[in-house]
């Protein structure tokens, strides 16, 4: 390990000495330091990566009327992804070769960061990404600032189980996150007496639900585990109010659809479906109150907050900490002092899990109301451990493989 | 049983919702030969055209009937747009018009990004199409119901039109001879940007009766065009009772081989039952009977 450290210098500016060299070229010496934004501008996923950019400029913002991170003001290097990993990996690339930034924050598809994974960690630099996503990944040169699935997916089927729901119908799109949900959710549900009634995906965009909710609606589960994309789920959820599938007889948990995707669907659909996540805007704590209020102040009084934008927020502010707990902006210091790193966020005190970079968070279950906005209708008892791996559940054992 | 109904329903909904999306496609594809890869941002026009009546009309009943008919004239008016600028330059290059109208395309798209945003807007269903109707223990949404009566009159329409009117006989005649019509004393330039109108128009009319059942965003044509094509091309160019009956037999392919197997599978499935069809009858379902030489 201390030799690819050591090979991962990236030279213009570092010295000949080894113990400089793997310190990379970021320069430390002036009144600011450079951070990187890396987020889809332009593309498909645009609508969704605006949000998470604008919230991580507004933590940098926030710290920098502050005195900055040790003194320094942060200058925040704004990159676009272009919904493309092959571009998230060039422009990751040239942020920490180029740019020379002490750390980047971004990153929403999976594949947008499988795609950089390999740059960050042969530059050995650091990576805030702040997407739930699917788990079984642990970098060290990455900060998972969303949920893992143990602190979201397994939490919601703990919810459900909770409720007497006894059968599940699995609907998804067709891609890596809902496969490797599905293949958690039945795992789950084979250890506990839940029967998996059907497993349906369609591809990425489908807009054509009427034989899957023809499935559902004949199949009868107690409840759907909804793990679609995008704007299948507008099809979806339409189709399905207009079958007459309501909330009460069988409700839909979504596990992709924020605060900014109701508006999309038509509130009118989707009202008293269920979501799950760790954030919500509606959350009572003077944490959130004043963080919405700083977002709307600068983005405008119309903008929902959502729980990719929070933990890229917290992100910034986790990163801030760090460096100053270990009082260097440098990657193999960050490393070695983030493990029980706090900080005061929005959505409850979140710590870095040194051993596998990723942070607790509380999972919520929340409700969709008629003003659009979700409030949450059950809470995990505190902050969950993450667990990428899904080591502390028996149930889960072949999963990792 | 209901699951028969059920699926019947489907595939019959299924059926219309191709041939709405189809019909304007089987006019400036199948009797023009353009192939339009813009054709599914003239459905998109269409879904933001319902949009934006919505706006201005709360009644969402009224501004959905109002907007099909001001979806139709905006499709219609952006098809002549680009008939007479670009698509008139090549008719004899088929080629350069797939990559010019590809990028005209691109160019829709990124336009309604940038005035309506990139997420999904939402056009709210007239109250009186909400829920559903049981027919034999299956429910179909009202919404579907409307979208298959709204194709059949489309087609009653086009067809009478194509048939019985002075307007429909030249633009006949124009594609079935295009030389002898024009030595008849038709204008063939304005027989084509005539059908292009019309073919634009019925494009933008699928899009706002699709705005019931699908999102409205600026990429919503693409999920559309392949489809449009496929029915086009196995329905045979040139004639409306092609595009019909290849629409509703794709409708209820799809549904049933869904029902058995899985979404993804299913078009698989029906992609290389079109391909075998297609080694068989490289026409398609039906032709027209020319006496052109070429």
Known sequence: MAASLVLSGCGSKASDTEAAKSESCVDTSGPTIKVGSLNSLSGTMAISEVTVRDAIKLAVDQINADGGVMGKQIDLIGEDG???????????????????????????????????????????SLLYYPVQYEGLESSKNIFYTGATTNQQIV????????????????????????????????AYAAANDIEIKGEDYTPLGSTDFSTIVNKVRTADADAVFNTLNGDSNVAFFREYKNVGLTPQDMPVVSVSIAEEEVGGI???????????????QTLDSPENKAFVKAYKDAY?????????????????????????????????DVQEAAGGVEYDAPEGLVQIDGDNNHITKTARIGEIHPDGLIYTVWSSAGPIEPDPYLKGYPWAAGLSG | MDVLIGQLTTGLSLGSILLLAALGLSLTFGQMGVINMAHGEFIMAGCYTAYVVQQVISNTGASLLVSL????????????????????????????????TFGVGLVLQQIARDVFGAPAVNVVAPAWLSGGVEILGAVVPKTRIFILVLAV???????????YSPMGRRIRAVVQNRD?????????????????FIGSGLAAVAGVALTLIGSTSPTIGQSYL????????????GQIKGTVIAAFALGFLNSFIEYNTTASLAKVIVFVIIVIFLQVRPQGLFTVRTRSLV
């Open chain 1, 155 to 186: 939490p919601a089927l703990d919810y459900l189980k909770e409720k007497g729901v006894k059968s599940l119908y699995l609907v998804g799109s067709d891609y890596v996150f809902p496969q490797t949900a599905n293949r958690i959710i039945k």
């Open chain 2, 226 to 237: 392949i489809d449009a094509f496929l029915v086009v091309v196995v329905g045979g160019l």
């Open chain 2, 153 to 163: 009159l489309c087609v009653a329409v086009l067809s009478a039109v194509l048939r």
């Open chain 2, 180 to 196: 002898l019509a024009e030595t008849s004393g038709i204008s063939s330039r304005t027989t084509d940007i005539t059908t292009f």
């Open chain 1, 82 to 124: 272009a919904s493309e990993p092959t571009v998230f990996a060039e422009k990751a690339e040239k942020l920490i070769k180029d740019d020379c930034v002490a750390a980047v924050f971004g990153g929403w598809t999976s594949s947008s960061r499988k795609a950089m994974l390999p740059v960050f960690e042969s530059n050995n």
């Open chain 1, 266 to 280: 038509g509130v009118q659909n989707i009202e008293g479906q269920l979501v799950a996540w760790d954030y919500y």
């Open chain 1, 300 to 332: 405008g009084q119309d903008k929902p907050t959502s729980d990719p934008m929070e933990a890229a927020y917290v992100s910034v502010h986790l990163w801030k900490n760090t460096v100053e707990k270990a009082k260097s902006f440098a990657t193999k």
């Open chain 2, 69 to 100: 008919v001001v979806g139709f004239f905006v499709g219609g008016l952006m098809g002549v747009l680009l008939e007479v600028t670009l698509i008139q330059r090549m008719y004899d290059r088929p080629l350069d018009t797939l990559l010019v």
